[in-house]
């Protein structure tokens, strides 16, 4: 049997994920499906489950408390967000450091990929649950795609590229397969 192909790994092997810093995020449905709603005239009409995925995109900081929201958009097959960690630093006592004695912050409970998979997990089961028609069968594109926003200029530029989204719909490349 020949073995499968290895497939590129999609974040920096380097770079620390749950570190402070701000993330560009898109998150697409499996094959593009429009699964959320459509746009017309420029404008995002979400229909149930894209109410879902917008409401469940906000709740992000009640199960991550290092986590914050700037701007998002839900679209009719993917999902665009910036999220800013901000995780808490050590409080030391003269030399000592009192992290294990306080069930201090875990990164690996912290990080961008927690994060996503939270999201993407908690409305894919709320999907295809009882909640919604049994014809329906919700599915994520595998992994996502995100982007370390390293200054304020960056930071600028994406958050109007995730405002400008809807009216931008025919170019987006996330429209079709």
């Known amino acids: ?7 590129k790994p999609l974040r920096l092997p380097w770079y620390d994920y749950s570190s402070e810093g701000a993330y560009f995020v898109t998150i697409c449905t499996k094959h593009r499906e429009h699964y959320f709603g459509e746009i017309h005239n420029g404008i995002m009409g979400l ?15 009640n ?20 999220i800013f960690i901000d995780p808490p630093q050590p409080t030391p006592v003269g030399d000592a450091d009192l992290r294990p004695l306080r069930g201090w912050y875990d990164r690996t409970k912290m990080g961008l990929s927690k ?26 594109q595998r992994s996502y795609h995100d982007h370390i926003i390293r200054n304020e200029y960056a930071l600028n530029q ?15 490349k996330n429209r079709l397969i």
């Open 115 to 140: 994060i996503i998979h939270g999201f993407k997990s908690s409305i894919t089961r709320t999907i295809n649950g009882d909640y919604f028609d049994v014809n329906v069968r919700f599915a994520w």
């Open 158 to 172: 994406i958050r109007q590229y995730i405002r400008h989204n809807p009216q931008n719909w025919n170019q987006d």
């Open 1 to 7: 049997m020949k073995p499968l192909p290895r497939r």
């Open 63 to 82: 199960h991550f408390e290092y986590a914050f929201l700037d701007e998002f958009v839900v679209m009719p097959n993917h999902v665009h967000g910036i």
């Open 47 to 61: 229909n149930a489950i894209g109410l879902i995925a917008h409401q469940f995109w906000q709740d992000i900081p």
